[in-house]
């Protein structure tokens, strides 16, 4: 399995940004596909995963402004973002597994990361 994130950038506060998350290679054995981020000295977090069947489990960090979406079609994962704010700022990597991506789960396919950086 591969996953290939891509879509960040430098957004100011209270902006928007897309992430997107293409799976590729043997996907028999990926059913949730989501995201993790890791900003500068903190640890890694969980912040959204979506199984093949639609169930969504979301971190502290996405709830009420992240929106994550997937695609079957084209093996792809979406993030929505919006009310950026600058804690929002981290490495944002996409991370799959047979089962389900959810807070204290440890995923066993990584993508690269995603910078995400919100400045003005």
């Known amino acids: 399995v591969q996953l290939q994130a891509s879509g960040g950038g430098l957004v100011q506060p209270g902006g928007s940004l897309r992430l997107s998350c293409a799976a590729s290679?043997?996907?028999?054995?990926?059913?949730?596909i989501g995201w993790y981020r890791q900003a500068p000295g903190k640890q890694r977090e969980f912040v959204a995963g979506?199984?093949?069947?639609?169930?969504?489990n979301y971190g502290e960090a996405a709830k009420d402004r992240f929106t994550i979406s997937r695609d079957n079609t084209r093996n792809t994962v979406y993030l929505q973002m919006n009310s950026l704010k600058p804690e929002d700022t981290a490495i944002y990597y996409c991370?799959?597994?047979?089962?389900?991506?959810?807070?204290?789960?440890?995923?066993?396919?990584w993508g690269q990361g995603t910078q995400v950086t919100v400045s003005s």
């Open positions: 290679g043997s996907l028999i054995g990926l059913n949730a």
């Open positions: 979506v199984s093949s069947s639609g169930v969504i």
């Open positions: 991370a799959g597994d047979p089962t389900s991506l959810r807070y204290g789960g440890s995923p066993r396919y």
